[in-house]
């Protein structure tokens, strides 16, 4: 096990996923701006309805996955609007233009009385609208409808209606269902690291909210989400699989490999290798993800009726997400500048490109790599190891810098984020959400 050791590779992944995740003041500003935007609607909303209204959070915001961007520091929160009428009630295209005049009415409000929760800008997309703010946060809002004539599951969390681009067919969802199933397969997980995390701050464990730790599915998704951006950094034809997708396959793999320990390498390794035999297919032939909590939901609709992005390698997304237990694209490396050592920084004491990783290498279950001719510029290193996927995340992970030489290179030889950078040199930071 490596998990103790602050050299090991877990020490580093933690650390790295650390790194994605936005600061405590970043969360409390944004739960302030979706908690305003709620009491508005509550308020004028369903005052106007005459339907209850609510606003709440769904997809990473609401599992404690939400990855900012490394370059930027921004990053974003998916909320859903649910307006309590019955499908049978009111066609998808109302409802649309309902939530639009309530978002419209609630910035314009905000704006005139110069609050300081006020957007700046909302943007209207095909199914759900955008909330921009100044400092380049954004939310955006999906609305909803609820299921009350009991078509769907209602054992957990809340199934729904959504709309759909074309306005035409309802479609089921259960994001709040999801969130409960993502959290209960690893409370046993959750309530170990309060324990630990209790006795470091020398507190009593209900004293500690559940979002001030982190289990190991949350890091190994936020990890995974972070991969897919700089593996799909260059992406025109939009098959970056949506962080739906690798959640819910993520967490499927979770829960059936039961990884044990707590050893976030292991955890990933074991999550990264099952993660392929959780895809499927409808008798159509189109890929089929669907929400543990409500079957009808399927996370990879976005690639039906798109036979030709599903031709391998360059098309499946799904099937790229399999070659990340491969060490997907391994990168070559330069140095910052020439004549300097590369460093890997995974902690005190670990000093250059060409120390064994991880240094415990007597330790059960550890593995060897080393990492090569990286002391000048004029050498390449590639990474030769059998556990390239966790190197290789340490260096996509890493916040890209330029020198000031006018021959700058990128460099991919594991720096830490205020030593060194990362990718090829003319690639373009991917979104970091």
């Given at each position: 096990m490596t998990g103790n050791n602050p050299f090991g590779r877990s020490a580093l992944l933690q650390g790295l996923a650390e790194e994605l995740d936005p600061s405590y003041a970043q969360k409390q500003l944004a739960r302030e701006r979706y908690e305003d935007l709620g009491a508005w609607m509550r308020e004028h909303a369903a005052t106007t309805a005459g339907r209850d209204v609510q606003v709440y959070p769904q997809g990473?915001?609401?599992?404690?996955?939400?990855?900012?961007?490394?370059?930027?520091?921004?990053?974003?929160?998916?909320?859903?609007?649910?307006?309590?009428?019955?499908?049978?009630?009111?066609?998808?295209?109302?409802?649309?233009?309902?939530?639009n005049g309530?978002?419209?009415?609630?910035?314009?409000?905000?704006?005139?009385?110069?609050?300081?929760?006020?957007?700046?800008?909302?943007?209207?997309?095909?199914?759900a609208w955008t909330l921009h703010y100044a400092d380049g946060f954004h939310m955006d809002v999906l609305p909803v409808v609820p299921d009350l004539a009991d078509e769907l599951?209602?054992?957990?969390?809340?199934?729904?209606?959504?709309?759909?681009?074309?306005?035409?067919?309802?479609?089921?969802?259960?994001?709040?269902?999801?969130?409960?199933w993502f959290r209960a397969i690893s409370a046993a997980e959750l309530r170990d690291r309060k324990v630990e995390a209790a006795?470091?701050?020398?507190?009593?464990?209900?004293?500690?909210?559940?979002?001030?730790?982190?289990?190991?599915?949350?890091?190994?998704?936020?990890?995974?989400?972070?991969?897919?951006?700089?593996?799909?950094?260059?992406?025109?034809?939009?098959?970056?699989?949506?962080?739906?997708?690798?959640?819910?396959?993520?967490?499927?793999?979770?829960?059936?490999?039961?990884?044990?320990?707590?050893?976030?390498?292991?955890?990933?390794?074991?999550?990264?290798?099952?993660?392929?035999?959780?895809?499927?297919?409808?008798?159509?032939?189109?890929?089929?993800?669907?929400?543990?909590?409500?079957?009808?939901?399927?996370?990879?609709d976005r690639y039906d009726g798109r036979p030709d992005k599903e031709k391998a390698p360059q098309g499946l997304a799904a099937a790229r997400l399999g070659r990340l237990q491969q060490g997907a694209e391994r990168p070559r490396c330069r140095s910052r500048q020439r004549g300097d050592r590369q460093r890997l920084r995974a902690g005190p004491g670990v000093t250059d490109c060409q120390e064994a990783w991880p240094p415990d290498a007597a330790a059960p279950g550890a593995r060897r790599a080393r990492v090569d001719h990286c002391r000048s510029a004029d050498?390449?290193?590639?990474?030769?190891?059998p556990t390239a996927p966790v190197l290789w995340a340490a260096c996509l992970l890493t916040p890209r810098r330029r020198s000031a030489s006018r021959r700058s290179k990128d460099t991919c030889c594991a720096a830490t984020p205020t030593a060194g950078s990362?990718?090829?040199?003319?690639?373009?930071?991917?979104?970091g959400r």
């Open positions: 990473s915001g609401n599992l404690g996955t939400t990855n900012r961007d490394p370059y930027t520091g921004e990053f974003d929160l998916d909320l859903v609007i649910r307006v309590a009428y019955a499908k049978s009630e009111l066609t998808q295209q109302q409802l649309n233009q309902m939530v309530w978002l419209g009415s609630y910035v314009w409000a905000r704006q005139q009385a110069g609050h300081r929760l006020a957007p700046t800008k909302l943007e209207k997309g095909k199914r599951d209602a054992s957990v969390g809340d199934p729904s209606w959504l709309t759909d681009k074309a306005l035409i067919r309802w479609q089921a969802t259960n994001p709040r269902g999801f969130a409960a006795k470091r701050a020398e507190v009593q464990v209900d004293q500690l909210p559940d979002d001030r730790v982190k289990t190991s599915l949350q890091l190994t998704v936020q990890l995974l989400k972070r991969h897919r951006d700089y593996l799909f950094r260059d992406d025109p034809d939009r098959l970056a699989p949506p962080s739906a997708v690798i959640t819910a396959l993520a967490s499927q793999a979770y829960q059936t490999r039961k990884p044990t320990g707590g050893d976030l390498a292991d955890v990933v390794e074991a999550v990264v290798a099952d993660m392929p035999n959780h895809l499927h297919r409808t008798s159509t032939g189109n890929l089929w993800i669907p929400n543990p909590t409500c079957p009808m939901e399927n996370y990879a050498h390449r290193c590639q990474r030769r190891s990362c990718g090829d040199a003319n690639a373009s930071s991917g979104p």
